[in-house]
């Protein structure tokens, strides 16, 4: 674990970026709160590493199935032409991926890669809420 780390340490390190929707297999799903592509959300491995060669087959493989689980709730509850994945950690070095939504009717970087904090669309609690519950309700 790092403190420093909002992924490990959660509380206001979190909340600087993001809101904790739920635990899944191996990683916990994070709405990001820079919503310019709606439903956008994080998967963070449960641990602290910082690359996919530092964990195990079986971990690897959960990662993925969560990101899948994640991926198909994004599709379920949004309808998105397309989610692009991507996978930073330069400067954070925890291992998780990034969801975005991409919306052909929002031509907001349909066509490009999406920004990684645009800082164009933040929402109220209450819209924050209503997000999570979307996917959570998905999620099952």
Not at 57 to 84: G, S, Y
Not at 115 to 129: G, H, I, Q, T, V
Request: aromatic share 12%; charged share 30%.
């Amino acid at each position: 674990m790092d403190k420093n780390c909002g992924y490990c340490a959660g509380g206001e390190a979190l909340a600087a970026f993001g809101i904790k929707i739920c635990d899944l297999s191996v990683s916990q799903l994070i709405l990001f709160k820079e919503q310019s592509h709606k439903g956008r959300v994080i998967v963070a491995f449960k641990d602290h590493v910082s690359e996919m060669v530092d964990i195990s087959d079986e971990d690897r493989n959960a990662f993925f199935a969560d990101v899948n689980k994640a991926a198909k709730a994004l599709h379920k509850a949004f309808h998105p032409d397309k989610v692009n994945y991507g996978a930073y950690g330069d400067g954070g070095c925890h291992l998780h991926f990034h969801l975005v939504p991409k919306y052909k009717d929002d031509e907001f970087e349909w066509g490009t890669p999406f920004a990684m904090n645009p800082d164009r669309k933040y929402l109220s609690d209450e819209e924050y809420d209503a997000l999570i519950q979307q996917i959570k309700d998905a999620l099952e």
